[in-house]
Nanobody
Framework: QAQVVESGGGLVQPGGSLTLSCAAS????????MRWYRQAPGKEREVVAW????????SYADAVKGRFTISRDNAKKTATLQMHNLKPEDTAVYYC??????WGPGTQVTVSS
């Protein structure tokens, strides 16, 4: 029963910041890479950021590179996505995934004035 639950979304102005959290349960969290995805209206789900099991290596989509930071706390079984200088095009439902867990409910991020 691998499970993830995202939280922390909300409404933010362009240029603002937001931090998303992903709480994992039901699997050996520290054994798996974690990814953040997002899905904007009318678009397919896309990967935004990736982090390896021990948190020493990360990767980002070009669209968010330099603005977003992925991290994890294996003791707490959480993954975090720090988002800065948000743009309207960042508006989407954000999801985290271990690759073995079902999709969580996602958390809505809306960037608008």
């Amino acid at each position: 029963q691998a499970q993830v639950v995202e939280s922390g979304g909300g409404l933010v102005q362009p240029g603002g910041s937001l931090t998303l959290s992903c709480a994992a349960s039901g699997f050996s969290f520290s054994s798996y890479s974690m990814r953040w995805y997002r899905q904007a209206p009318g678009k397919e789900r896309e990967v935004v950021a990736w982090i390896d099991p021990d948190g020493t290596s990360t990767s980002y989509a070009d669209a968010v590179k330099g603005r977003f930071t992925i991290s994890r706390d294996n003791a707490k079984k959480t993954a975090t996505l720090q988002m800065h200088n948000l743009k309207p095009e960042d508006t989407a439902v954000y999801y985290c995934s271990s690759g073995i867990s079902d999709w969580g409910p996602g958390t809505q991020v809306t960037v608008s004035s």
